[in-house]
């Protein structure tokens, strides 16, 4: 990579909420963007952790048991692998996800985003 990525950049990009878009590849793993509005749905990583980085907005993501973790833009959290989850914005959030390269962002192939690399 010879030019920095400009995050903001690659948000004004797109528009649609829960679909990440890929913007570098670092050792195996997707860095992507992400527009998040509303409520996903609960799900789980069998065999990865999943990884959340605020950088615009407050998401809030509910976690199987009852608990919610709150984050705030510069704020991250690590969901373990094996946890029902569901993430949450009431509001626009835009967040920078770490995964290994074809993890489905549902946990399930079947119901996924398709990847998108911009």
């Known amino acids: 990579m010879q030019t920095p990525i400009d995050l903001a950049g690659k948000l004004a990009t797109f528009n649609e909420a829960w679909q990440p878009r890929t913007v570098a590849l670092f050792n195996g793993h997707d860095v992507m ?59 626009e959030a835009h967040i920078l996800l770490i995964e290994p390269t074809g993890t489905p962002n549902s946990g399930d192939p079947l119901t996924a985003a398709p990847r998108r690399v911009i």
Do not use: C, S
Request: no cysteine; aromatic share 8%.
């Open 33 to 91: 963007v992400a527009k998040l509005r509303g409520e996903y749905h609960w799900h789980v990583h069998d065999n990865t952790d999943d990884f959340f980085l605020v950088l615009d907005g407050h998401l809030e993501i509910d976690l199987e048991g009852g608990a919610t973790v709150t984050l705030a833009p510069g704020q991250m959290y690590i969901v373990p692998k094996g946890v029902r989850h569901r993430p949450r914005a009431r509001d």
